[in-house]
């Protein structure tokens, strides 16, 4: 199973950006995908985090980013996304996704992660 961010870049406070994960390799279907960031000097947080379970979804965000991200994914297209609006500069960080199966002895994957730079 392999994970690949993208859509990272050099955005000014108040613009907006759309992260691409897509995913590839054979994948347990219940699973939850989510996207974690981590700035310089500080520990790795969780973003957004998203169920898969068929077509039924739910998502949880961090204080931080509560109605400026929202996370989403596309089954389909083995793809999940985050829209990033209203971005600050302390949203300065690299972004990183991760998929996790939920079964006994499930397996947890990362991908690269995409730097993400708000300008002030």
Not at 57 to 71: E, L
């Amino acid at each position: 199973v392999q994970l690949q961010a993208s859509g990272g870049g050099l955005v000014q406070a108040g613009g907006s950006l759309l992260l691409s994960c897509a995913t590839s390799g054979s994948i347990f279907s219940r699973n939850v995908m989510g996207w974690y960031r981590q700035a310089p000097g500080k520990e790795r947080e969780m973003v957004a985090i998203i169920t898969g379970v068929g077509s039924v979804s739910t998502t949880s965000y961090a204080d931080s980013v509560k109605g400026r991200f929202t996370v989403s994914r596309d089954n389909a297209k083995n793809t999940m996304y985050l829209q990033m609006n209203s971005l600050k500069p302390e949203d300065t960080a690299v972004y990183y996704c991760n998929l996790r199966e939920i079964r006994a002895g499930g397996m947890a994957y990362w991908g690269r992660g995409t730097q993400v730079t708000v300008s002030s």
